[in-house]
């Protein structure tokens, strides 16, 4: 006999396949940051789709991964200015400010689902007096129960 295959972990591996970047944050969310949909796809890296939305005060940028984990991208030392380990819904999480990005008033919070990874990557505009971590962070709070586990 062959061995079988756990439904959870092929539940866990495959939990990403199915969340779309531009629908994974309801409009209600969305527009509680200022943001608009629907969003615009991003298709640069095959490997980590995304969702752009307008906003004001900001604008942001949902991705997911389903190859990498926060612990990955946090082994990428030379990637990042600030890479700050922290927990969103009980989960492994990280926020992030990319090299380059630490004068551009762009933040990531980055969480553990579904067996890869879900990246919010929000802009402040130029506006210093918003904090784009903090506003990321939120919005991961605020769609991180409604994700694959």
Do not use: H
């Not at 972990?9 to 199915?18: D, P, R, T, V, W």
């Not at 190859?67 to 600030?82: D, I, L, M, N, P």
């Not at 819904?89 to 008033?105: E, L, Y």
């Amino acid at each position: 006999m062959g061995k079988e295959k756990d439904p959870a972990s092929e539940q866990q591996k495959n939990g990403l396949a199915q969340v779309d970047p531009c629908t994974m944050v309801s409009p209600e969310v969305l527009a509680s940051f200022g943001l608009r949909g629907p969003g615009e796809p991003e298709t640069g890296n095959s490997s980590e789709p995304g969702c752009y939305f307008p906003g004001d005060p900001i604008s942001g940028t949902f991705y997911k991964n389903q190859e990498k984990t926060v612990a990955a991208y946090g082994a990428q030392q030379s990637t990042w200015a600030k890479f700050d380990p922290l927990q969103v819904d009980g989960r492994s999480a990280a926020s992030a400010v990319a090299n380059g990005s630490t004068q551009a008033g762009v933040c990531s919070t980055l969480f553990d689902t579904g067996g890869g990874v879900i990246i919010l990557t929000v802009s402040n505009k130029g506006d210093n007096a918003i904090d784009p971590c903090a506003k990321s962070l939120k919005i991961a709070e605020a769609i991180a129960p409604r994700m694959p586990r």
